[in-house]
């Protein structure tokens, strides 16, 4: 089946089988790699992009669905001039990485979070993160750079 949609501003197309999924299609198809596949059941976020501007885990959509949509990928987050946006910046002067193979789809999380919510709390930060795992950083400075991307005081990030 042929497939379009906007992807990053441009508009793609492409020839997908029925059951090829948004995160395969990116992927392989775009050749769109910052998109991650963790776990392939949806559970650890990792290849979350946002799909006419909502948040979604590209493993658990069909790129015959995103047919006609806007898809943002991580690829397309940095400012206009190539420097990191407030989000990735963030994630970076906060220490909220260390492996990156979750960071993407923390940034696109942290992202739709605060679009919706510029100024959340620690608990509503940790209650919206619930579908990204991460293995390494425990999450302390994750919340640390989503805070601090919303203009919050860190000081006040709980330790755990």
Same mark, same amino acid.
């Not at 776990?39 to 650890?44: A, E, F, L, P």
């Not at 948040?55 to 047919?67: F, G, P």
């Not at 963030?90 to 679009?115: E, I, S």
């Given at each position: 089946?042929?497939?379009?949609?906007?992807?990053?501003?441009?508009?793609?197309?492409?020839? +997908?089988?029925?059951?090829?999924?948004?995160?395969?299609?990116?992927?392989?198809?775009?050749?769109?790699?910052?998109?991650?596949?963790? !776990?392939?059941?949806?559970? !650890?976020?990792?290849?979350?992009?946002?799909?006419?501007?909502?948040?979604?885990?590209? !493993?658990?959509?069909?790129?015959?669905?995103?047919?006609?949509?806007?898809?943002?990928?991580?690829? @397309?987050?940095?400012?206009?001039?190539?420097?990191?946006?407030?989000?990735?910046?963030?994630?970076?002067?906060?220490?909220?990485?260390?492996?990156?193979?979750?960071?993407?789809?923390?940034?696109?999380?942290?992202?739709?979070?605060?679009?919706?919510?510029?100024?959340?709390?620690? @608990?509503? +930060?940790?209650?919206?993160?619930?579908?990204? +795992?991460?293995?390494?950083?425990?999450?302390?400075?994750?919340?640390?750079? +989503?805070?601090?991307?919303?203009?919050?005081?860190?000081?006040?990030?709980?330790?755990?």
């Amino acid at each position: 089946m042929k497939i379009e949609m906007k992807v990053n501003g441009k508009t793609v197309s492409g020839e +997908i089988e029925g059951r090829t999924l948004l995160v395969d299609f990116l992927r392989k198809d775009l050749r769109l790699t910052g998109t991650h596949v963790g !776990c392939d059941t949806s559970q !650890c976020g990792a290849c979350t992009v946002h799909m006419n501007g909502e948040q979604v885990k590209s !493993c658990s959509v069909l790129a015959a669905e995103a047919d006609g949509s806007e898809v943002t990928t991580i690829e @397309a987050m940095q400012n206009a001039d190539g420097s990191l946006n407030t989000v990735q910046q963030a994630f970076q002067d906060y220490h909220g990485l260390q492996c990156g193979y979750c960071t993407p789809g923390m940034v696109m999380a942290a992202t739709a979070l605060l679009k919706d919510n510029p100024k959340p709390t620690e @608990a509503e +930060i940790r209650h919206h993160l619930e579908g990204n +795992i991460c293995r390494c950083t425990g999450y302390h400075n994750i919340i640390k750079a +989503i805070m601090a991307a919303s203009g919050q005081d860190v000081q006040a990030v709980a330790a755990e």
